[in-house]
T-cell receptor, first 113, second 112 residues
Framework: EVQLVESGGGLVQPGGSLRLSCVAS????????MNWVRQAPGQGLEWVAN????????YYVNSVKGRFTISRDNAKNSLYLQMNSLRIEDTAVYYC??????RGQGTLVTVSS | DVVLTQSPLALPVTLGQPASISCRSS???????????LHWFQQRPGHSPRRLIF???NRDSGVPDRFSGSGSGTDFTLKISRVEAEDVGIYYC?????????FGPGTKVDIK
C-alpha cells in the first residue's frame, strides 16, 4: 500500500524558512514523479511543485518560484520542500503526492508574526 | 494556466439518488501520447483529499463502484450512482497534462 508521511511543518515568522520532508513506502519511489500540493485554511487545493524521477527537472507554481526548492533522495525514499522567504499567504497544509496520488495527512505550515 | 470549471458548486442530494458533477477545461487535456491526465478527488470533512478516479475513468483501489468518471478533451463528468451518507464532502477535478497542474474550485456535496 502506498504510504506518504509528511513532517516538518510548524509556526514561522514572515521571511523565515522551513524544510518539509515526506517519506514514501509501498511503491517504487525512484520511478515516480513526486509533488507537493497545498491547501490554505478553508480553501481549495493548489499544486505547488513537482520533480522528475531522477531529480533532473523541477517545476513550480509562479507564486513560489525563487523561494521554494523541491528535491529528493531516492536512496532514502524521501522528498523535500525547502521553503524560504515565507509569506503569510503560504500558510497551508502541505501534502506530498506520488504522481497524482495524494495519500498523507499533510503537515501544517503557519506563517505569522 | 489551464482553468477548470466545475458545476454545480453546491450539490444537495437525496440518499440513494444519483449525482453528477461536471468539469470543463479551458484547454484540451489530451497529452501527446494520447492519454488524458484528468483526475477526481474527494475530501471528506476534516480529512485529507484522496484520489477517486485517475486518467478520466479509472477507479482507485478501494473506491466503491458507485463512483464513475467519463469524458474526453475538455469535458468530464464524475457520477455517483446512488449517494450514500459517507459521500458527503468536496469533490475536485484536477488536470496533470499542462504545467502548472490545476484543480477545479470544488463541488460541495451534502445530503438534503
Amino acid at each position: 500500500e502506498v504510504q506518504l508521511v509528511e513532517s516538518g511543518g510548524g509556526l514561522v515568522q514572515p521571511g523565515g524558512s522551513l524544510r518539509l520532508s515526506c517519506v514514501a513506502s509501498g511503491f517504487t519511489f525512484r520511478n515516480s514523479w513526486m509533488n507537493w500540493v497545498r491547501q490554505a485554511p478553508g480553501q481549495g487545493l493548489e499544486w505547488v511543485a513537482n520533480i522528475k524521477e531522477d531529480g533532473s527537472a523541477q517545476y513550480y507554481v509562479n507564486s513560489v518560484k525563487g523561494r521554494f526548492t523541491i528535491s529528493r533522495d531516492n536512496a532514502k525514499n524521501s522528498l523535500y520542500l525547502q521553503m524560504n522567504s515565507l509569506r503569510i499567504e503560504d500558510t497551508a497544509v502541505y501534502y506530498c503526492a506520488a504522481g497524482s496520488d495524494i495519500r498523507g495527512q499533510g503537515t501544517l505550515v503557519t506563517v505569522s508574526s | 494556466d489551464v482553468v477548470l470549471t466545475q458545476s454545480p458548486l453546491a450539490l444537495p442530494v437525496t440518499l440513494g439518488q444519483p449525482a453528477s458533477i461536471s468539469c470543463r477545461s479551458s484547454q484540451s487535456l489530451v497529452r501527446n501520447d494520447g492519454s488524458t491526465d484528468l483526475h477526481w478527488f474527494q475530501q471528506r470533512p476534516g480529512h485529507s483529499p484522496r484520489r477517486l478516479i485517475f486518467k478520466v475513468s479509472n477507479r482507485d483501489s478501494g473506491v466503491p463502484d458507485r463512483f464513475s468518471g467519463s469524458g474526453s478533451g475538455t469535458d468530464f463528468t464524475l457520477k455517483i450512482s446512488r449517494v450514500e451518507a459517507e459521500d458527503v464532502g468536496i469533490y475536485y477535478c484536477m488536470q496533470g497534462t499542462h504545467w502548472p497542474f490545476t484543480f477545479g474550485p470544488g463541488t460541495k456535496v451534502d445530503i438534503k
